[in-house]
């Protein structure tokens, strides 16, 4: 089974090791149906801290580092 990727931004880089990764997607309302933004913070593992805020990666599903870090930064986009 293929491991799931997502694509987000860095919103905070100030625990060593991790980064918090916001990802967003469109999904339609339920009752209104109307398309509406929804954001999911994600916690990342990032070995060399090379990370900084503001930055667009990719992060990848990985084996558990800890209680909520379960992805792991693969790249940076451009």
Do not use: C
């Amino acid at each position: 089974m293929a491991k799931r990727r997502l694509t987000g931004n860095v919103v905070s880089n100030k625990m060593t090791q991790t980064v918090v990764v916001e990802v967003e997607r469109v999904m339609q309302h339920p009752k209104y149906l109307r398309r509406i933004r929804v954001h999911k913070r994600y916690k990342a593992h990032d070995q060399e801290n090379a990370y900084e805020i503001g930055d667009k990666v990719i992060i990848e599903e990985s084996k558990p580092f800890s209680k909520d870090k379960k992805w792991v930064v693969i790249e940076k986009l451009a």
